[in-house]
């Protein structure tokens, strides 16, 4: 299992700035990757985040838009830059220890005003 | 390719009365189901997970999902809902390929239970 913390849990942000959002793991996982919900809305799957080299986007979702930096096993950033009101969503990460059941942040809550 | 499909983004239930939310998939490999639900403001939280052993899978508040790959389908059920039960379900989908770990999400269905 895997239990993981995100901060911050909430923000609101106004347009045109930059929010970094952390995810720590309590044990070292090889998988790891970042979602969006929007309002009312299922997951997507924005990135997988990669130890040691550059995330792998999905698409629609580009690195200047949504920077993440994976400098050990435990831990993760994503940055939403330049935010707009429609970046208003869930961020979630999400980890997976061994090869099936993934587990999920609390999420941060981002309104862009 | 993967792919998820719950069929009614909605079900209102009495209390008391049976809950089914119903789920199809599609997979090129053996893949992993999970149902996860969301209530108002709240993280994620796994219910159940179908994983190649049993086909009935029987998870956490006395909800359960039957694999049936005859249908492609992995259906929850609960014999009675309760109030606590109001939340967005989500069934997922997710395989270790070639391609490495995916998983989709499907669309979610809110269920609404009655007084």
């Known amino acids: 299992s895997a239990v993981i913390s995100q901060k911050p849990s909430r923000d609101i942000c106004q347009r045109g700035t930059s929010l970094t959002i952390q995810c720590q793991v309590d044990?070292?996982?090889?998988?790891m990757f970042w979602y969006r919900q929007q309002p009312g809305q299922s997951l997507t799957l924005i990135a997988t985040?990669?130890?040691?080299?550059?995330?792998?986007?999905e698409s629609g979702f580009v690195i200047d838009k949504f920077p993440i930096s994976r400098p050990n096993l435990t831990f993760s950033t994503l940055t939403v830059s330049n935010m707009s009101p429609e970046d208003s969503s869930i961020y979630l990460c999400?980890?997976?220890?061994?090869?099936?059941?993934?587990?999920f942040g609390p999420g941060t809550r981002l309104t862009v005003t | 390719a993967q792919s998820v499909t719950q069929l009614d983004s909605h079900v209102s239930v009495s209390e008391g009365t049976p809950v089914l939310l119903r789920c199809n998939y599609s997979?090129?490999?053996?893949?992993?189901l999970f149902w996860y639900v969301q209530h108002p403001n709240k993280g994620l939280q796994l219910l159940l997970k179908y994983t190649s052993a049993a086909t009935l899978v029987k998870g956490i508040n006395g909800f359960e999902a039957e694999f049936k790959k005859s249908e492609t389908s992995f259906h929850l059920t609960k014999p009675s809902a309760h109030m606590s039960d109001a939340a967005e379900y989500f069934c997922v989908v997710s395989d270790l390929g070639t391609g490495g770990f995916k998983t989709i999400f499907g669309a979610g269905t809110r269920l609404f239970v009655k007084a």
């Open positions: 044990s070292q996982v090889t998988m």
């Open positions: 999400s980890v997976v220890p061994g090869s099936d059941e993934q587990y």
């Open positions: 997979s090129s490999y053996s893949p992993s």
């Open positions: 985040a990669n130890q040691g080299s550059e995330a792998t986007y």
